[in-house]
């Protein structure tokens, strides 16, 4: 099988791939996995936006907006720690997001990274001395702290932290901290005995109560063999990504205040200890949506079956395996303002759930008698006191959508439903994209369709949510 190597290809090309990795939060490598993927699937070459933008006005919003992002500049301090060769990545993403960076070594730092690599990367002089006669003379150290829009200290090493908690500043480093009047981010990495310590946990709990933000650090592999556990520091796309949220004037917040209810996932049915009747539901549609309604703001409670995903930040997520659970945390969950159910719930499960593993007998096959699952949307539609202002359903269909999709909406009392074809060749079910149907009532309780394009199903779940703010805002 042949390779590619990126490095090699046109220089429009390359940045064509790193804009749209960077957008979508994926490296240049995986970018090039999903355009080919799609391109396999069916969907048109991406040739028709192969053109740059040429002005700055051009390029893609997410890079440009607001003015924080496109004049920003981050003072970038590297502590001392073998997460230390990231933070040289982490310069080249937060360049392509047109931040200026400016690096502050430690002198640890500089056991495993030098600063002319991230002079180099950063196009900037590196500061690294407290009593740096060329910068101190006119307080270097001030200007570091207050000259910036945002400091970014990745490694966050145990001993920066400490420092930082009890307000040490006997270096370049600490001494910025110290004189800081701008947001401060720390991208923790150690080893998980020195971030489960009591003094370490102690020092996270102050810095938090002072205003710092932090992210990671995340589980997995350490640098020393055999090691594993909580301390690894965060992939350096995912802190570019938290230096902008920091960085981005605040976003709108249209359901601020409201309760929104969500389930998503499959259910799992047990057959016996081992065995279970699911189906092919990713989550993904749900988490995107939980994800969308969190950053307008709501208060969003996810209701889950069994699915390979991380909680998305600030949601409250409570997993679940069969619809019978799934009902019950939904009804615990009530009231809610909107309640979107994006869940792939079983239909049916066994009868009698064999207590122990079913065994092959000559008697033949086990008879499996199947029983209805409750209809979790239908019950919520149809409660009395405790109904949601606006329930939400989904159609998966595989046939006569949009007919299928209508029936849906009048046989379980709900006020809206997304339809989607999940046909195996749509590749919707555990893909990342979705087409969409949404139907919805109009004054006089007629039913609308809009067809919505191809999309991410984060894209769609942006869209739902903003229909909602829109349909809330006519409510109230
Ligand atoms: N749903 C539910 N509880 C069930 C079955 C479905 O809450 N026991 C919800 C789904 O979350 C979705 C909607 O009902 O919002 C439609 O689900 P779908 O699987 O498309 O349809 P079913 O109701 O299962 O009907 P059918 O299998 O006949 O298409």
Known sequence: MASLTIRKLDDAIKSYLRLRSAKNGRSVEEEVRVILREYCEGSPAPTASLTLPSTPAERPAVQRTGPAIGQASVTLIIGGGIAAFKSLELIRRLKERH??????????????????????LSHERVYTDLFDPGSEFDAGHIRLARECDLIVVAPATADLMAKMAQGHADDLASAILLAANRPILLAPAMNPLMWNNAATRRN????????????????????ESNEAGVGRMSEAIEIAAAAVDILRPPRPRP??????????????????????????????????????????????????GPVELRDPPGVTVIRVESARDMLHRVEAALPADIAIFAAAVADWRVAHEGEQKLKK?????????LVENPD?????????????????????????????????????????????????????????????????????????????????????????????????????
Not at 104 to 120: D, E, R
Not at 361 to 367: E, K, R, V
Not at 444 to 451: A, C, E, M, Q
């Open 99 to 120: 931040i200026d960076v400016r690096c502050v070594l430690t002198k640890a730092a500089q056991q495993f990274v030098t600063p002319l690599s991230a002079s180099a």
């Open 204 to 223: 996270v709990l102050q810095l938090r109560r002072d205003g710092i933000h932090m992210i990671g650090p995340s589980a997995g592999e350490m640098a």
């Open 361 to 369: 007998t000559s008697a033949g096959m086990p008879p499996l008698q």
């Open 376 to 476: 979790i949307l239908a019950t919520i539609s149809k409660l009395q006191d405790k109904r949601p202002p606006l329930v939400i359903g989904f159609a998966a269909e595989t046939e006569q959508l949009i007919h299928n999709a209508k029936a849906k909406i009048a046989r379980k009392g709900c006020d809206w439903i997304v339809a989607n074809d999940v046909s195996p060749e749509t590749g919707v079910m555990g893909g990342d994209r979705n087409t969409v149907h949404l139907l919805t009532r109009d004054d006089d309780n007629k039913i609308r369709v809009d067809s919505w394009p191809v999309m991410t199903k984060e894209q769609v779940a942006a869209e739902l949510v903003a229909k909602i703010a829109k349909t809330m805002e006519k409510k109230s």
């Open 255 to 304: 359901l601020a205040g409201k309760r929104v209810l969500i389930t998503a996932g499959p259910t799992h049915e047990a057959i016996d200890p081992v065995r279970y009747i699911a189906n092919r539901s990713s989550g993904k549609q749900g988490f995107a949506i939980a994800a969308a309604a969190q950053a307008a703001g709501a208060d969003v409670t996810l209701v889950s």
